[in-house]
């Protein structure tokens, strides 16, 4: 019913950029939100970014002003504009998708993109 597909993770130096795509699809039901999670090795996955579908934005403490997160006009794709990068954002990276459905809001992951940041 729901397909996520992710893109864009991979190995960067302290200081650079990525950007990291989740292409959405789903036969039915209304999206109410999309987003960013991600987990580090011994650690619980904790929110990085999430956008509504009326555009509003959260972000968690540790990347704000440094992450952005938006989509495309369809809303059918979410991106995360990662910049100023530092090793502790090392972390798999999972995209995530509220859709509600006949009075309920189901939760949605992507698979996981790996983003590695060393020199």
């Known amino acids: 019913q729901v397909q996520l597909v992710e893109s864009g993770g991979g190995l960067v130096q302290p200081g650079g950029s990525l950007r990291l795509s989740c292409a959405a699809s789903?036969?039915?039901?209304?999206?109410?939100?999309m987003g960013w999670y991600r987990q580090a090795p011994e650690k619980q996955r904790e929110l990085v970014a999430v956008?509504?579908?009326?555009?509003?934005?959260n972000y968690a403490d540790s990347v704000k002003g440094r992450f952005t997160v938006s989509t495309d006009n369809a809303k059918n794709i979410v991106y995360l504009q990662m910049n100023s990068l530092k090793p502790e954002d090392t972390a798999v990276y999972y995209c995530?998708?509220?859709?509600?459905?006949?009075?309920?809001?189901?939760?949605?992951w992507g698979q996981g993109t790996q983003v590695t940041v060393s020199s």
């Open positions: 956008i509504t579908s009326g555009d509003r934005t």
């Open positions: 995530n998708l509220d859709l509600a459905l006949r009075g309920t809001v189901f939760r949605y």
């Open positions: 789903r036969s039915s039901g209304s999206i109410n939100a």
